[in-house]
Structure formats: structure tokens, C-alpha cells
């Protein structure tokens, strides 16, 4: 035996790790370390740029990369010789796996953590009904397929195996895969998408254990004796996991504090902690990944230490490591193996017992389950999600040689065909949008006629940095406490990515059945959700924060869903723009900019873009304390009228001093701070409306002294901004987006933040030395919604 393993390593070719270079005559193909290089950046430029193309589409990043790796493969590019010999020799492929599989490890590591154990010990019984269902007509659908294979093109393989491997392949449901479609078809906050990730959790695991037994009965030694001691020996690693695992993970959480770095030191026993205990599995003959796979579900959701382990591995694991299985599984991927009417009908015969397995099984028990029709049918789509772990389990039939290359081919098509289908199928037969009428949304701004109605502000964050200045600006806004009083719903803006962190964030927010922290149950970890319970029980405000996920392109739709369900009066968001320490405003994400554009064109009420200078400084300010000096600039017009209405109901409270400066135009000035053509019967509508709201306001505050009233003539633009430098003194600015008249006609901006406006966009610019934040308000108006649109466009 030795001899033989001496003689095998002798008949392979070495492959020296690093070449001296190529002016010493080397070719750095030759050697491992250049050509590994080589294959990962061009496995990363195939699959981010097929991932790019697929995005239209709305397809998972998984999608891009199982194309990639068989694009990569003998299918396409590696019929030339000469390229699979160059990029791809064989002499390279142990490398080449041996990278994968390290990725793999830690990507089943991740995968553990995405798993929630409280979770799945919640599962309803709707939801645990679907998942045996989806799991038992597949499987015995995939049993019945092997048989056929087995007697056409599986002639030569391990019976037993072949069963087990076949029914596992057509029962898994992707669960990360199914978390990003729900997410990006905005299905998260629906019954379809509670229950979807509820059933695919618990299919998850039940794939994991019959895919351990899969492993164990399809070693080279066929005795049923060794089959069962490598799966007690599973048995025993997990039971044993469970006893010794948790505890230690639970001291390491304890010593790590939310807001601290955590210890390199217990990052790094985790991480040896995988390995090991691939380590283990490894030996006991079922595979390295489910050692990995099982510590990551033993670590504590709670605290920061499960996110500071997946900030630590998951970028360099996806981005690097893992696109190399794609591309492993690619090159052992030959379409051309399918060959024949025989062959093609037997990948019709697999893709359609997948599908039919899972989406009549799940369907016929939601309907059971008094589920209604089209949800019933959206969930049976869903459920026939497949992705990474459908590979895996392929992957892993073929290297154990219970799959012979066509049999892996065309199964491999198939988990591409049912995962590419799942997003038109679902979008076509469930819309939740659907038949949604708010006939009684009628306080869509503050400027109103019953000013004690309830005030409701939708005040949107992207991170704590400016949280204390969101919160102090509430306070201001809840004036005195009237019959309708304040209502708050503090929304934080999570991107999705196609990051795992992106999960644990999914599973954060739909812990209780809604993708809100709400109702009592906020986690006392987060820093966010204390600083707005405490607000609300210092200032006796009802506030409900609250989180939504999703992607750049799509937060808008949250964003206004959430304002038009909530009815809110006003939304707020962050400029996405922030101060730097010399005071001066840096751009934190272009990203944020599109957000805002997108919002003030679509929002079914009131926008206003909080430009953050430290309002009441870095800490939150209680209602005793507050003094703050407010200045609301008025040019004129409908958001001229918001700002100073809501300028207005600041003025209420106790610690606010409101001054009002009203611009006009000096008769002696003429024509000369024209600077636009103005409809001279529109003009005097606005006029007239301005004026009517002008003397209303002045009857309001004649007997209170906390508000002045200042009417400023001005001739040219020079002097409105002379004017606006004598109180820039002030905490905070009001002023509307698009104001009307000459005045502010003259007022040209050359900002590059249009959303601004020409006097929002001048205050935010270092033109006016100022430290006081800048409230820039959009009044909602049905008919002008479109003309606001293409102007910040």
C-alpha cells in the first residue's frame, strides 16, 4: 500500500510554488502561486460582470456565478486546449480546490450563523408543514428519478448512495438564495415571506443531516458497518458540539461590549475553532464543511461578537475564496456529455420531477393550510429556490464518484434552470401591492387647517452618527402637547448586499414576524433603538422605530411604502453629506444622494433633507434643556409655506426662539433681480396665497415673544445674502426647497446638490460660514410632483 501511494505521487507533476521571474527564463504559469492569482481574478471579472449584466433581471449573485464557473469550464471557453491547459492544467486543480474548499468552510461557517436555533424551535406549524412537505414528495420524487438514471446513464454507481444523493439534490431549498430574492422582490414584510423563511430554515438543516447520511453511505468501502460508524460518529461530533460549544462562545460574548472592538484573541479562537472542527469531520470521513457549518450555528445571534466574526471573514471568503468552488464545479461541468434525444429528455424528466416535487408538495399543503390561492402558489415557487448548497451536495457526489459526468451536468443545469425561474414566476402570480387604497390619507403636510391633529414624521437614518441630531430635532417638532400630539417613526435605512451580514440583518428584523424592532421587544444591545426609547419616555412621544432592508436602487420604495402606510405628514433624511471636524461637509455615499432625489420626486407627502451640523451637539438634549435659535428664511411660495409652518409648530415649544425673515423685492430694484420669466398669473395666485398665510401667522404669534417677524427689502442677490450672513448664528435653518419669486430666481446655485434648492444649496456650501443645520423642506403637491422630479433629475 505504501509502495503504491509512493508510485502514484511520483507519476503526478510537481508544481513549485514561485518563479524566479520572467528575465530569468520562467514562465509564472508553470507555478502555483501566479496561476492561482491568475484563475482568481479572472474567475471575479466573469462573475461580478455577468452578475452586473444579470442585474436587470433581478436575479441572485449565485446565478452569475454558476454561469461563470461553466462558462469557464469545457462548455464554452474550455473547448480551446490551449486556454484549459494554460489557465486551467491539470496540475493545477489541487491547488485550485484546495483554495475552494477553504472557502467553502468558512462559508458554511457562515451559513451556520445565518441560522437563528430560537428561530427554528419558533417555526409555526404552517410553516413546519410546508417544510416536511417540500422536503418528503421531492425526495421520494428524486429517489423514483434515480432509478431511471440508473438504468440509462448511472449504470456504474453506488446504489444506496445514488438514492440518497439524488433525493437530497431535488429536496434542498437555498436559503440564503430565498433570503435575497424576498428581500429584493420586497416580499420580507408579507405572510408568504415569514413563512417561505420559516419553511426554508428548518429544510435547510434536514438537508445538512440527509446529506450527512448521504456522505456516510458513499465511502469506497460499501460495508453497511463503516457507513453507520462514520454517521454515529456525525452524531456524536454534533451531540458533543452542543454540550461543549455554547458555553465557551458565552463567556467570549460576555466579554465583548457593544460599541468596543472585540479581542483579536477570541476572533481568533473562532476561527481556529473551524478549522478544527472541519478538522474533525474531515477524519471521521462526512466532510470538513459540516464541522464549520455546525460552530457557526453555536454562535450567540446576541452582541456584537457574531458581527465582528462575519465583518472579519465574509468579504475576503465571497470574494475571494468562494467564486473559486464556481469555477471547480465549472470545470467538472461539461454540457457536451449531454448529448442525444435520450440525454436532453432526461434532463427535461429532472428538471420537471425538481420542480413538480417541490412546487405541487408545497402547494398542496399551503392550500391545506387555508393559505390563499396566490400566496399558496408563491410560496411553492419559492420554496423551489436552489443555489451554493445545491452544488455542494452535486460537488460532492461527483468527487465521491456517486455521480459519473453527465448525471452531474445535468444537474447542475437543472439547479440553474428552477433558481433562474423563481423571480418572474413569483413577481407574475403575487403582488402584495396589490388593491392597497389609502382613502383616508389626508394629512400629507404640515401646513394644515386643524393644527391640533396628529402630527406623523417619518424620520429616516442610515447609522448612530447623526441619531442625537434626528432625536433633538423631533423634540423641537412636538410642540405643546395638543389633543393629536407627535408620532414618530423612526426608520433605519439597511442596505441589502449580497453579503451574508445582509442576512443576519433580515433576521434581526423580521425576529417578530415584522421587518420592524417594534412592540415593546427592542433589543437592549442596540444602540439605536435605546436612544429613541429613551427619547419617548423623557418627551412622552409615541415612537416606533422601525428598519427596513433592501438595495440602493429599491430604498426609495421603501421609504415612500412606509410613509404612505403609516400616513405620515413629513418624511425626514439625512443629507448625504456629513461634517467633517474642521466643519466642512465631506460626502459619505453618492449612493444616499440618489435615495433623497428619488424620495422628493415619489413621496406621497411632505420631504424634508436635514443637513446635519451637530443640532444640540453630539448628545441628546432633554426638554428642560433645550434653546435653540430658529431661523426660517421666506421667499415665497407652497414650500416656503411648509418650512415656515412647520417653523411655526417648533415655536411652541418652551426652549425654541423662532425668527422669521420675509425676503422682498425694494421698489427702487426694477427689473434688475429678475432672473427668470414668471407667469405673471400664477405668480399672483402665489402671491395671494402667501399673503393670506402671512397674516394668519402674524395673528398667531402677536402675543408671543419667542417669534419674530422680519420683512427684509433687497435689491440684487448679493444683498439676500448679506442678509442670510447677519444670522448665521443660529442652530437651525428652515427653508423650502424650491422657493417662488424673483428674489429667489436671482439666487442661482451652482451647487452640486440640486435636491437642495437654490437657498438650501447656498446654505449647505461654504459660501455662508454658518454651524447651524439646515432643515430643507418639500411640501407635498400632487400637481407639481412630476415638474419636482425632472428638476432634481
Given amino acids: 500500500m505504501v509502495s503504491s501511494n509512493a508510485t502514484s505521487g511520483q507519476a503526478c507533476p510537481s508544481i513549485k510554488p514561485t518563479s524566479n521571474g520572467v528575465f530569468q527564463g520562467d514562465n509564472p504559469l508553470d507555478f502555483a502561486l501566479p496561476l492561482a492569482i491568475l484563475q482568481i481574478c479572472l474567475v471575479i471579472v466573469v462573475t461580478r460582470g455577468l452578475a452586473f449584466l444579470l442585474r436587470p433581471l433581478r436575479q441572485p449573485r449565485v446565478i452569475a456565478e454558476i454561469i461563470g464557473g461553466i462558462l469557464l469550464g469545457p462548455s464554452a471557453l474550455g473547448r480551446s486546449t490551449g486556454y484549459l491547459h494554460a489557465v486551467f492544467p491539470k496540475r493545477s486543480l489541487t491547488v485550485l480546490d484546495t483554495l475552494a474548499n477553504i472557502g467553502l468552510i468558512f462559508f458554511l461557517f457562515l451559513a451556520g450563523l445565518e441560522l437563528d436555533p430560537k428561530s427554528l424551535a419558533q417555526t409555526g406549524k404552517k410553516a413546519l408543514a410546508i417544510a416536511v412537505a417540500g422536503i418528503s414528495l421531492p425526495f421520494a420524487m428524486g429517489i423514483g428519478t434515480s432509478f431511471i438514471l440508473r438504468l440509462t446513464i448511472s449504470k456504474d454507481v453506488n446504489g444506496t448512495a ?69 454517521f454515529l460518529s456525525g452524531c456524536m461530533f454534533v451531540i458533543c458540539s452542543f454540550l461543549i460549544v455554547p458555553p465557551i462562545f458565552k463567556w467570549m460574548t460576555k466579554r465583548c461590549h457593544e460599541g468596543e472592538p472585540v479581542d483579536e484573541m477570541h476572533v481568533c479562537a473562532a476561527l481556529a475553532a473551524v478549522l478544527a472542527a472541519g478538522f474533525v469531520t474531515d477524519a471521521i470521513g462526512i466532510h470538513a464543511m459540516f464541522g464549520a457549518f455546525v460552530i457557526g450555528i453555536l454562535v450567540p445571534k446576541e452582541g456584537p461578537f457574531a458581527g465582528a466574526l462575519v465583518e472579519k471573514v465574509e468579504d475576503i471568503v465571497s470574494g475571494l475564496f468562494l467564486p473559486l468552488y464556481f469555477v471547480s464545479s465549472g470545470l467538472k461541468t461539461n454540457v457536451a456529455t ?110 394644515r387647517k386643524s393644527s391640533n391633529a396628529e402630527l406623523r414624521i417619518l424620520a429616516c437614518f442610515h447609522g448612530s452618527r447623526n441619531i442625537s441630531s434626528i432625536i433633538n430635532l423631533l423634540e423641537v417638532s412636538r410642540g405643546v402637547e395638543k389633543a393629536g400630539g407627535l408620532c414618530v417613526y423612526a426608520l433605519h435605512l439597511m442596505e441589502l448586499s449580497e453579503r451574508t451580514s445582509a442576512i443576519l440583518m433580515v433576521h434581526k428584523a423580521r425576529r417578530n414576524g415584522l421587518p420592524f424592532w417594534n412592540r415593546g421587544q427592542w433589543s437592549g444591545s442596540n444602540l439605536v433603538v435605546v436612544a429613541f426609547d429613551a427619547f419617548q419616555q423623557l418627551s412622552r412621544v409615541s415612537v416606533r422605530p422601525m ?21 405620515a405628514a413629513m418624511i425626514i433624511l439625512p443629507f448625504h453629506k456629513q461634517q467633517r471636524l474642521d466643519g466642512s461637509l465631506e460626502t459619505a455615499r453618492t449612493d444616499f444622494q440618489l435615495v433623497n432625489r428619488r424620495v422628493l420626486g415619489d413621496a406621497p407627502c411632505s420631504v424634508g433633507i436635514l443637513v446635519d451640523r451637530g443640532l444640540g451637539g453630539t448628545t441628546q438634549v432633554s426638554a428642560s434643556n433645550v434653546s435653540y435659535d430658529i431661523t426660517v428664511l421666506f421667499f415665497g411660495g407652497h414650500d416656503d409655506r411648509e418650512a415656515l409652518a412647520y417653523g411655526a409648530r417648533m415655536a411652541e415649544h418652551p426652549g425654541v426662539s423662532l425668527k422669521v425673515i420675509r425676503f422682498l423685492v425694494k421698489p427702487e430694484a426694477g427689473g434688475e433681480i429678475s432672473g ?78 440640486p435636491e437642495l434648492g437654490p437657498v438650501g444649496g447656498l446654505l449647505a456650501s461654504s459660501d455662508i460660514p454658518t454651524a447651524a443645520s439646515v432643515l430643507v423642506v418639500q411640501q407635498y403637491n400632487s400637481q407639481v410632483s412630476l415638474d419636482s422630479a425632472s428638476q432634481i433629475g
Fill in 676 to 753: 427668470a420669466d414668471m407667469d405673471d398669473s400664477s405668480s399672483t395666485v402665489l402671491g395671494s396665497l402667501d399673503e393670506d398665510f402671512i397674516s394668519e401667522f402674524k395673528q398667531k404669534i402677536s402675543r408671543d415673544d419667542s417669534v419674530k417677524f422680519e420683512e427684509k427689502p433687497v435689491g440684487n442677490a448679493a444683498e439676500t445674502i448679506d442678509a442670510i450672513h447677519e444670522v448665521h448664528h443660529c442652530n437651525l435653518f428652515l427653508v423650502g426647497r424650491l422657493p417662488d419669486g424673483e428674489i429667489a430666481s436671482a439666487l442661482s446655485s451652482s451647487s452640486d446638490s
Fill in 338 to 447: 449531454i448529448q442525444g434525444l435520450q440525454s436532453w429528455g432526461l434532463l427535461v424528466l429532472v428538471i420537471f420531477t425538481a420542480c413538480f416535487g417541490k412546487i405541487v408538495g408545497t402547494f398542496v399543503v399551503s392550500i391545506s393550510c387555508k393559505v390563499p390561492f396566490r400566496e399558496s402558489l408563491a410560496m411553492a415557487f419559492l420554496m423551489n429556490t436552489k443555489g451554493l448548497v445545491e452544488l455542494i451536495v452535486l460537488n460532492i457526489g461527483k468527487d465521491r464518484k456517486v455521480l459519473n459526468d453527465e448525471t452531474f451536468s445535468i444537474m447542475v443545469l437543472m439547479a440553474l434552470f428552477t433558481t433562474f425561474i423563481t423571480t418572474p414566476l413569483v413577481t407574475a402570480v403575487y403582488k402584495p401591492a396589490r388593491g392597497v387604497k389609502m382613502d383616508g390619507y389626508k394629512c400629507r403636510t404640515i401646513e
Fill in 162 to 230: 445514488f438514492l440518497v444523493f439524488m433525493g437530497v439534490a431535488l429536496s434542498i431549498t437555498a436559503f440564503p438564495v430565498l433570503a435575497r430574492i424576498l428581500a429584493e422582490l420586497k416580499l420580507l414584510t408579507t405572510d408568504v415571506g415569514r413563512m417561505a423563511m420559516s419553511a426554508a430554515a428548518v429544510n435547510d438543516v434536514a438537508a445538512w443531516i440527509l446529506l450527512a447520511l448521504a456522505i456516510s453511505l458513499s465511502g469506497s468501502n460499501t460495508s453497511p458497518i463503516i457507513s453507520f460508524w462514520v
Fill in 547 to 567: 428598519t427596513s432592508i433592501s438595495s440602493m436602487a429599491d430604498m426609495h420604495e421603501d421609504i415612500c411604502t412606509t410613509a404612505e402606510r403609516k400616513r
